[in-house]
């Protein structure tokens, strides 16, 4: 049996028998673990608060050979988000965030980018909850670039051909951008207003990306959603369970 530490994201946990949970983290160094917390709903256990959903906490666990469910010995909080409990919205956020980083990451792989991506937009929404939309879109590019999904931003996947500044680019049902030419209009339309917005993702933290979001038009927006959502769709083969 091997004991391990490291940092991880609390996302979601189901009661297992009369007193424990299972807890579903992202970690960062061994990603997505699933684990038991024995003894954790008990008045008085040695976890406390700290297995609340969205937590970051430094944990210590056991993993026995060949069983993906890991045993939580110690769980320490490193960042509680007490303070947003009372916000709907957030919550809901926040609870998607924690699905699709489960529906995407394979178990016990890690990927340290993905880890602090999705820690950065943790931080950004809980510090400026206004935002927590354009921290969410920020959330599902990243998601997608990160895992492999987002395509080519710059140019046309058939022809090779770079976009101009003002042409409008069409999304495949393969997830892949072409051009008018390439793609005789069929697949969704993306404006060059969203390609320009979805280019800001690559080079800003997720809190300065939702600033300047501020800025951008309702359409533009709105059109961003119905991309991210399609494409998620796609990959899952189903739609996302909640979402704002
Ligand atoms: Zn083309």
Avoid at 69 to 80: C, D, M
Wanted: charged share 25%; aromatic share 10%.
């Amino acid at each position: 049996m091997a004991v391990f530490e490291t940092e991880a994201l609390i996302l979601r946990s189901y009661n297992l028998a009369e007193a424990d949970k299972i807890v579903v983290c992202l970690s960062r160094s061994a990603g997505l673990i699933r684990g038991v917390a024995k003894g954790c709903r008990k008045l008085k256990n040695r976890f406390g608060a700290a297995l609340e959903p969205f937590t970051l906490v430094n944990l210590t666990y056991y993993e026995k050979e060949h069983q993906e469910l890991v045993s939580f010995r110690q769980v320490e909080i490193l960042k509680s988000r007490f303070n947003l409990s009372s916000n709907a919205s957030i919550l809901t956020g926040f609870s998607y965030i924690g699905d699709l980083l489960i529906d995407f990451s394979p178990p016990h792989q890690a990927n340290d980018n993905l880890f602090r991506m999705a820690l950065a937009c943790f931080e950004a929404a809980s510090e400026t909850p206004d935002d927590l939309e354009a921290v969410l879109r920020y959330f599902e590019v990243w998601l997608l670039k990160l895992e492999g999904f987002l395509p080519d931003l710059r140019m046309c996947v058939n022809c090779h051909n770079t976009f101009s500044a003002d042409e409008v680019i069409y999304l495949g049902l393969d997830l892949s951008l072409r051009c008018y030419e390439c793609s005789q209009g069929r697949g969704s339309a993306v404006s060059k207003q969203l390609r320009t917005h979805l280019r800001t993702t690559e080079k800003l933290s997720p809190a300065t990306f939702a600033e300047g979001a501020r800025e951008v038009s309702i359409d533009t927006k709105k059109e961003m959603a119905e991309l991210t959502f399609q494409m998620i769709g796609r990959v899952l083969e189903r739609m996302p369970r909640v979402r704002l």
